[in-house]
């Protein structure tokens, strides 16, 4: 597996933002896609949000390989977000928040983030949602099943993220008619799934006020290297093709998953390895 570092850049013009790095899809980090001036930066911390929030109950989600036979992750607990806030802060854990939209439940938050939008208004801000996380916790390989490019921003603490883009699908072990590799990137097993050697990627860390571009389709494994909080904004796939995709995924294909899953139960899940498997050994053999 090979990784090259992400390119990191800041004062792009528009222009330059869309032609190098958008609409080519390459991944980029931006350092000043969130200005310095927005008052999350400093007003938000862990003591805040306990005021505002902490007796909220959410869901809070596993290790990796949870719900591997799943095309989206299950909930392994509840919690108030006072107390997992205390939990991360206290000590490393794998628990992490998924898609949590905390400025739905507080709006005047939106108040406190100003963007420097380069895609000339494709960003959907109204709809961030924010990921929490302990240290050491970390997503399973995936890409986003509605095929937005994604741009997350580092709150508190330091992510990494290796990105590959979606042609590497075979060589990821994707298991068809889901949008996750059943592989562990992060301590791989070459004898078990050789394909991984062949990967060819980018690396990125972040830390608060930085943000990274993830492009539409491409896979995301995020690893989080101390405890904290990043928000996420989409812009809609630009291409047909990936925008006919993101609604086949959503309205077609987790569907058609899931009651394949309640008929045929673990038999279905064992056929999709056996033919992620054979994917993989394919790919690997046109490369050599």
């Known amino acids: 597996m090979q990784l090259k570092k992400t390119d990191r850049r ?18 980029v980090i931006l350092e000043d896609f969130i200005s310095k001036d927005s008052p999350a930066l400093s007003k938000w911390n862990y003591d805040y949000f306990k005021q505002i929030a902490g007796d909220q109950v959410i869901e809070l989600y596993g290790k990796e390989d949870t719900s591997n036979d799943r095309a989206k992750s299950a909930p392994v607990t509840k919690m108030k977000f006072a107390e997992y806030l205390d939990l991360i802060e206290r000590e490393p854990t794998d628990l992490r928040i998924f898609l949590f939209n905390l400025i739905k439940l507080k709006p005047e938050l939106n108040n406190d983030i100003i963007y420097n939008d380069l895609t000339h208004g494709k960003v959907l801000k109204w709809l961030p949602f924010l990921f929490f996380g302990g240290e050491g916790s970390s997503t399973r390989n995936h890409f986003d099943i509605d095929m937005s490019h994604v741009f997350i921003t580092q709150y508190k603490g330091i992510k990494r993220i290796w990105l590959f883009p979606l042609d590497q699908s075979d060589l990821m072990y994707k298991l068809p008619y889901n949008f996750h590799s059943i592989a562990n990137l992060k301590s791989p097993d070459y004898s078990k799934y050789p394909a991984l ?9 972040i830390h608060p006020g930085e943000t990274l571009l993830m492009p539409s389709g491409y896979w995301h ?42 008929i045929f139960k673990d038999r279905w899940y064992q056929y999709k390895i056996a033919i992620a498997t054979s994917r993989a050994n394919r790919a690997i053999k046109k490369i050599k």
Not at 197 to 205: D, M, Q, R, S, T
Not at 225 to 253: C, H, Q
Request: net charge positive.
């Open 10 to 27: 800041s004062g792009l013009s528009s222009k330059e933002f869309l032609d190098q790095y958008f609409n080519k899809g390459i991944p």
């Open 197 to 205: 050697k062949f990967l060819n990627g980018y690396e990125a860390e």
């Open 221 to 262: 494994y995020i690893q989080y290297v101390t405890e904290g909080y990043s928000i996420s904004v989409r812009a809609l796939p630009s291409k047909r093709m990936d925008k006919w995709r993101g609604f086949r995924n959503l309205v077609i294909t987790r569907h058609f998953d899931n009651t394949m899953r309640k």
